[in-house]
T-cell receptor
């Protein structure tokens, strides 16, 4: 069965500093990996995904993530954090579909707090 | 700007009452998901449909929850009777092919 671990419940970073939100996964076969962000009282917004190809994936709002197959990790990064990046971040995985879209399995989420 | 819409956004009800949540997926998306978010369990899948046919509803308590897609523009999630432990945020998401899923704003349900 697929699973995702986000080892940190909370990450604090000063504005302007680089940030990393960690994610490791466990799947059989090749994974589809995703990052979503949730702002208070809002739905989840898609940030980026890894399907295949280049291990460094660039997404929305200046975020990027690095896929590392040997470490089964997919850490989210941003070179310079903004206060407005403060939110709840979810890593998710799903099996490559034979056809069509399939359900996501989410990590527990990491709350990012960027301090001015 | 295509979006998934959900109604109602908030619902407060008493234990034992029926609750119906509605979702309008993005036009052209053939797969619709219902997820539930709680502090204890995080985000978990309740059910999903492809081309309006249910593919997996193993995450739902069958005795009280039901999910349907009367047509391609409407998905419903019904709880009857509701219980306090059903209090959560219920998200609908839609997608197509191998792409990412797009989430609605959620329905925050409180059962007293």
């Amino acid at each position: 069965a697929q699973s995702v671990a986000q080892p940190e419940d909370q990450v604090n970073v000063a504005e302007g500093n680089p940030l990393t939100v960690k994610c490791t996964y466990s799947v059989s076969g090749n994974p589809y990996l995703f990052w979503y962000v949730q702002y208070p009282n809002r739905g989840l917004q898609f940030l980026l995904k890894y399907i295949t190809g280049d291990n460094l994936v660039k997404g929305s709002y200046g975020f990027e993530a690095e896929f590392n197959k040997s470490q089964t990790s997919f850490h989210l990064k941003k070179p310079s954090a903004l206060v407005s990046d403060s939110a709840l971040y979810f890593c998710a995985v799903r099996d490559p579909p034979n056809s069509g879209n399939t359900p996501l399995v989410f990590g527990k989420g990491t709350r990012l707090s960027v301090i001015a | 700007d295509a979006r998934v819409t959900q109604t109602p956004r908030h619902k407060v009800t008493e234990m034992g009452q029926e609750v119906t949540m509605r979702c309008q997926p993005i036009l052209g998306h053939n797969t619709v998901f219902w997820y539930r978010q709680t502090m204890m369990q995080g985000l978990e899948l309740l059910a999903y449909f492809r081309n309006r046919a249910p593919l997996d509803d193993s995450g739902m308590p069958k005795d009280r929850f039901s999910a349907e897609m009367p047509d391609a523009t409407l998905a419903t999630l019904k709880i009857q009777p509701s219980e306090p432990r059903d209090s959560a945020v219920y998200f609908c998401a839609s997608g197509r092919g191998g792409t990412e899923q797009y989430f609605g704003p959620g329905t925050r349900l409180t059962v007293t």
